[in-house]
């Protein structure tokens, strides 16, 4: 009986070219000349706002999932859904900021480490908060990045980086303004039932 006989893979085939290491091919910080119409400068400095917020937005969507699922109580199910709604909303923002700086020629902030050294959204406790707290932590998320996000597209603008103002204004503003408007309601003191 003759040997079984192993085909070598062929090349370029099926088998994916594993253990790949390599330089980085971008630093973070720099950027890639694109025809924009943007002078190098105020696509630096779109790229440094935009990584701010897109950080902030990043620990604020981590904040809204936690949230989501420690929550508590007896308005448990309704926040519930809210928070993971609001979550939703921020993670598609995160998408959106993160390709506006590619699109810039930059390089967005990704790596959870390196988000975590950008944020200026305070650490929660690893542990469970009541929920009124938990609400408060998320208010306050939210105006940080409100603050910023309002300043940065004032500033770009009169760089004449309109597309990044329109960003920031119509989507992290507008998305940001209503989730505060949702999260605030939950926090007036009102009954469920009064005689």
């Known amino acids: 009986m003759e040997p079984a006989h192993t085909p070598a893979p062929p090349r370029g085939g099926g088998q994916p070219l594993l253990h790949q290491t390599g330089e980085e091919i971008q630093s973070f910080g720099t950027l890639k000349q694109l025809p924009l119409g943007l002078g190098h400068d105020a696509r630096m400095y779109a790229c440094q706002r935009l990584n701010h917020v897109l950080a ?47 699109s810039l020629g930059g390089v967005a902030v990704a ?25 408060s932590r998320l208010l306050d998320a939210h105006e940080r ?4 996000a309002r300043d940065a597209a ?17 989507q992290v503003v507008r998305t940001g303004e209503a989730q505060v408007w949702f999260l605030a309601e939950h926090l007036v003191d009102t009954p469920l039932v009064r005689a």
């Not at 990045?145 to 910023?148: Q, R, T």
């Not at 500033?155 to 990044?164: H, I, T, V």
């Open 56 to 102: 902030d937005t990043q620990i604020l969507y981590s904040l809204y999932k936690k949230h989501h699922w420690l929550v508590r109580g007896a308005t448990f199910y309704s926040l519930h859904l809210m928070l993971d709604k609001h979550a939703q909303e921020q993670l598609a923002l995160v998408d959106t900021l993160a390709e506006r700086v590619q």
């Open 111 to 135: 790596d959870p480490r390196h988000v975590a050294e950008l944020t200026s959204v305070p650490r929660p406790p690893n542990g469970v908060e009541k929920v009124p707290v938990m609400l």
């Open 145 to 148: 990045i409100l603050i910023d």
């Open 154 to 170: 004032a500033r770009l603008s009169a760089e004449g980086d309109e597309g990044s103002n329109d960003l920031l204004i119509s």
